[in-house]
């Protein structure tokens, strides 16, 4: 009768082992997960602040050419603090798409305006500085939706879902571009 006893609470004990590991591995998970998807969304708004960095040099190259427009100067100004404040991959999304519609309008309204401008090297430097930000910003975006992908499947399947609902993990957004993004906007330089 002890040999029987011994061999129940030995195999009870292995489940309870089990489970907490199964348990542990699942919420360790999922919490690698999380982090890597904020993690990745850190990328995209160090690559957003990056870009709103750069609009201050292309201000001071362009003021040695022209007086411009303030109001549209005051528009990229706005926008790229809103890029600073945002929070989140939605409020992300808005303030990137609005500081991208108020640089067009300003390099475009310069550009027209300033044909010399045009030529010079550090403008071109800076037009490509811009571009090479926008390709990172395009690589982080697409980082982080893989991420929140794979972290969004994980809370979604089963056992994950159990777990997800019990630990308090909830689907992230991903970054999407707003509507009317699909239009190419017109730069002519």
Same mark, same amino acid.
Do not use: C, H
């Given at each position: 009768?002890?040999?029987r006893?011994?061999?129940?609470l ?9 489970i ?7 919420y360790?998970r999922m ?7 904020e993690s990745?969304?850190a @990328? ?21 050419y022209t007086?411009?427009?303030?109001? @549209? ?6 926008? %790229? ?11 992300q999304?808005?303030?990137?798409d ?10 475009n309204?310069?550009?027209e305006?300033?044909?010399?401008l045009?030529?010079?090297a ?13 390709n %990172?910003?395009? @690589? ?28 308090g993990f909830?689907?992230?957004p ?9 239009q ?6």
């Amino acid at each position: 009768m002890k040999k029987r006893t011994l061999i129940i609470l030995g195999a009870v004990a292995a489940v309870l082992v089990i489970i907490i590991a199964l348990f542990a591995g699942t919420y360790n998970r999922m919490v690698s997960l999380q982090t890597a998807v904020e993690s990745k969304q850190a @990328t995209i708004q160090t690559q957003l602040q990056r870009r709103a960095d750069l609009i201050p040099n292309f201000v001071a190259s362009v003021k040695g050419y022209t007086e411009y427009e303030q109001s @549209t100067l005051q528009a990229v100004t706005e926008a %790229r603090a809103k890029v600073g404040a945002a929070s989140d991959a939605t409020e992300q999304a808005a303030a990137n798409d609005q500081l991208n519609g108020a640089i067009d309008v300003w390099v475009n309204a310069v550009t027209e305006a300033y044909p010399e401008l045009k030529a010079s090297a550090q403008f071109i430097a800076l037009q490509d500085e811009l571009a090479g930000t926008e390709n %990172r910003i395009s @690589t982080a975006r697409i980082d982080y939706n893989n991420a929140v992908q794979t972290y969004n499947a994980s809370i979604r399947k089963f056992p994950g879902n159990l777990f997800a609902g019990l630990y308090g993990f909830e689907a992230m957004p991903f970054f999407e571009a707003s509507e009317g993004s699909e239009q190419v906007p017109t730069v002519s330089f």
